[in-house]
T-cell receptor, first 112, second 113 residues
Framework: GNSVTQMEGPVTLSEEAFLTINCTYT??????LFWYVQYPGEGLQLLLK?????DKGSNKGFEATYRKETTSFHLEKGSVQVSDSAVYFC???????????FGSGTQLTVLP | SQTIHQWPATLVQPVGSPLSLECTVE??????LYWYRQAAGRGLQLLFY??????ISSEVPQNLSASRPQDRQFILSSKKLLLSDSGFYLC????????????FGSGTQLSVL
């Protein structure tokens, strides 16, 4: 079956620190991979995606590279800001499926 | 612009009571609609999706049901809640076809006591 494993949080960083949130997956075929973000009091939003191996998704200073050999899609940002405090979800969608499979989410808190 | 409304934001219900969570979408037509649940410590799980009025697909067997009485309305229900129904419920929509962008509501935190 399909599954997504995300590093457990919570993660607390100081402003301008480097961020990595690990995500690995198990899937049949060649899935598309996503990172979603949920800011306090808001719904989930698509942050970035990658649809094939070696693709790099990027948005708002965040990046994630689709690594087929390690079945990973780690989220990184070089310098986090307080406004990045949120819950981050890794997700996959198998090629022919309608639905997403999500990880358990990682709470990030950035301190000034 | 499109918006999605989900209510209530929080709900505390006793075991055995009924449930009705409502989700409406504005600013679009013929959306695909979804109900997800996140139980404590687990990932988001797809419960139901709908590609049109009256068309409901269930992804997992459970104590819940869904209905789509109108194009932009999606309702999650239960006749008798169980303790295991506690969790965070999210409604979502996207356009049909290959557009992958999902738009989520703000969620409902359900506590069954």
């Amino acid at each position: 079956g399909n599954s997504v494993t995300q590093m457990e949080g919570p993660v607390t960083l100081s402003e301008e620190a480097f961020l990595t949130i690990n995500c690995t997956y198990t899937a049949t075929g060649y899935p598309s991979l996503f990172w979603y973000v949920q800011y306090p009091g808001e719904g989930l939003q698509l942050l970035l995606k990658a649809t094939k191996a070696d693709d790099k998704g990027s948005n708002k200073g965040f990046e994630a590279t689709y690594r087929k050999e390690t079945t990973s899609f780690h989220l990184e940002k070089g310098s986090v800001q307080v406004s990045d405090s949120a819950v981050y979800f890794c997700a996959l969608r198998p090629g022919s499926a309608r639905q997403l499979t999500f990880g358990s989410g990682t709470q990030l808190t950035v301190l000034p | 612009s499109q918006t999605i409304h989900q209510w209530p934001a929080t709900l505390v219900q006793p075991v055995g009571s009924p449930l009705s969570l409502e989700c409406t979408v504005e600013g679009t037509s013929n959306p695909n609609l979804y109900w997800y649940r996140q139980a404590a410590g687990r990932g988001l799980q797809l419960l139901f999706y709908s590609v049109g009025i009256g068309q409901i697909s269930s992804e997992v067997p459970q104590n819940l049901s869904a209905s789509r009485p109108q194009d932009r309305q999606f309702i999650l229900s239960s006749k008798k809640l169980l303790l295991s129904d506690s969790g965070f419920y999210l409604c979502a929509w996207k356009q049909g076809g290959t557009n992958e962008k999902l738009f989520f509501g703000s969620g409902t935190q359900l506590s069954v006591l």
